[in-house]
Structures are given as C-alpha cells and as structure tokens.
C-alpha cells in the first residue's frame, strides 16, 4: 500500500509549486486592484446629535426668574432612550420628508444607503453613502433638521390643543366670576354692606356699643343693690313698722327692677346680633365665603391667562433642544473601495486558493502513481504465473 501523506508532503506539494501559489496571489491582488479602479467610489458622511435629559425647561411668561446658569447637557445614558430617535428615524415618513428634499434619489436610496447608529457615548450616529461627497453630507444634515422640525410639528401641534381647551375653559371662568360679581352685589345691597370688612367692622361697633350700655345698666345696678343693703342696715325697715312709707325703698327697687330688665334685653340683643340678626357674624362669614370665592376664581382666570399666553408663544414658536454634535461634510477619502483592504483580501484569498489547487494536483498526482504502482503489481504477477 502507498504511505499515508505526511505533513512534510504537504509541506513538499506547495514549495513544488510556489511558482503557481505566488503567481495567483499576486495575479488576484493586481485584477482586485484594477476593478477598484475601474469602480466609481463611494463616500460616506456622518452627523451625530443627541437629546439633552438635564436641559431646564423654558418658558416665555413665567412668573419667577429663569436660571441662567444651567449644568452641562449630556444625553440620556440608556441604550432603549437612544432606539426611540433611532426607530423614528428609520420610519417611512422620515424618509419621505428627506426624498421630498432630494427627489433625484429613489426611495430606496434612503433604505439601502442610511443608517442609524447609537455609539457608545450614546450619540444617535447619521451614515450616509453616495457617489458624491457633498451630496452624501446634505442629506446627512437634512436628517438631523427634519428630525428636529418633526418634534416641533408635535410641540406645536400639542400647544394648539392647549390653546384651544384653555381659551374654552377662561370662557367659563369669566361667566362664574360674572355671577359671582353679581351675586356679591347683590348680598351687599340686601344687607346694606359694601364689603366684608365693613360688615365686621359694623358688627364689632354695634357689639362694642351694646356691651357698654350693658355694663352701665350693670354698674347702676350693684349701686343701687348696695345702697338698699346699706339702708336696710341704718334701721330704714323700723319706720316702715311705725306705719311711715319708706322714702328710697320702693322707688330704689323699681329702679333696680328696670335696670335688671335693660340688661337682659341688651344680653338678648348682644346674642341676636351675633347669631342671626342681619348684618351679623353669619352675614359677615357668608359675606367672606362669597369674597374668598371670587380671589380664588381671579386667581384661577389669572393663571388660566398665563397659561394660555404661553400655549400661544409654544404654538408660534415650539423649542426643540437637539444638540448637533456633529455637522456632516463632505468626506476627502471614499469609504469604497478601500484599495489597500481589497488587496490585501485578494491576497490572502488568491492565496489560500493557489495553495488548494496544489494540494489538489498533489493529490492527483499520488492517485496517478498510486494506479501506476498497482498496475505494475497486477502486471508482474500476470508474467510469474505464465509457465
């Protein structure tokens, strides 16, 4: 039997035939190189921008000072935030708003030739590839202005919404507050008051003046409480035994009488006047609710009137923060062909087939002898058996 090849044969089957392995290598380097020639090339451009998350919200008419130092903007570290703007991108509409902008190319141009990468510093990355350089690097642009009046369109279509239920719902506030104006006049008439304080202020004279007339009737009568204790003392009860009529004891009793009756009916009064008489604690509290009533509906129209000035100012002029980090121009140097890539490729590859086929005609040649040898064999044992 023929040996088993070892590798010191194999390592013999290519140098035998290194002339044939180096002229395929090189032959398929030098044809690489001429159809790279030949090959219009191809240049690919690049934008990148990115969304700030810690960017302060503007606004046009707010009440409190804007800060004007703000921290550094950075995107959003976080790989599915980043594929939300990727996927808007690669949606068809984008894609038919940038073929709008350059009807030359086909619609498929922007399929097969766009991508949209997140880097590593979560950037959203613009690759576009086309003949021409400054062609490639417009488009590329143009994603990153399209992508931005895109998310204007939505802010401004979102602050027309606003705009509308705002002005319908300061429609309906200044109707309350109309009635409410109205009813507050109209308690104010009834009950002959000009305002709450007034009221109270009514209220607290009208008291205080009660409490001193009670407070007299009260002082005149312990007086005379104490000047019939002191005459019943001095013996005045001893004349009246003698038959003789008390001068200062009846008269001093019916007084004493009078003044307790005034005080009560003050007391009575003092109450009524503070429970339920009109112009009274429950008219000034009524009165207060109704005023505390109409401020809360001015303060609600106030702010419902800043608000709808700012969906106004939104709606003319929506603010997108989009950060261009990279402007696209026009590439120097074609992404395709890369002449010294395809060469060495070329190489490698005429290499690797140059030395299969010599391995593969060594192979051959061992089948030859291999046949020749058994055909020998065969043949010398035909001619020992002949007699």
Known sequence: MYAQATLYDYWMALYSRKGIILLTSLSTMVFTLLIGDRLPPIYEAKATMYFPVNNLPSSYVAGSPQIMAQPALRPNPDD???????????????????????????????????????????????????????????????????????????????????????????????????????????????????SSADAEQLVVIQTQQLDRDRNDAIVALRSIQEQILSAERSGANVAARSGDQPVLENPMIDKARKLEARKNALSERIDRLRNTAPGTVTTVETMQKLESDKRFLEQLRHNVRMNLAEARMQS??????????????????????????????????????????????????????????RNLVEEGVHRELQP
Request: net charge positive.
């Open 316 to 373: 003319e002029t929506p603010v997108v923060d989009i950060v261009r980090v990279q402007t696209a121009r026009p590439p120097v140097v074609s992404s395709f062909p890369i002449h010294t890539l395809n060469a060495i490729v070329a190489l490698v590859l005429g290499f690797a087939a140059a030395c299969y086929v010599a391995l593969l005609l060594s192979y051959i040649d061992r089948l030859k002898l291999e046949r020749i040898r």
């Open 80 to 194: 599915k935030e980043a594929g939300i703007h990727v996927g808007i991108l690669r949606s068809s509409d984008m894609a038919q708003k940038v073929h709008a902008l350059f009807p030359g190319k086909d619609r498929d141009f922007f399929k097969t030739n766009v991508d949209f990468v997140t880097s590593p510093q979560f950037f959203t990355d613009i690759y576009v590839r086309d003949r021409d350089p400054e062609l490639a690097a417009r488009i590329a642009n143009s994603y990153v202005e399209i992508y931005s009046e895109f998310h204007v369109d939505v802010l401004k279509r979102k602050a027309e919404r606003a705009h509308r239920v705002l002005e319908s719902e300061l429609a309906d506030i200044e109707k309350l507050l109309s009635t409410m104006t109205a009813e507050i006049s109209r308690f104010k008439q009834q009950n002959r008051l000009v």
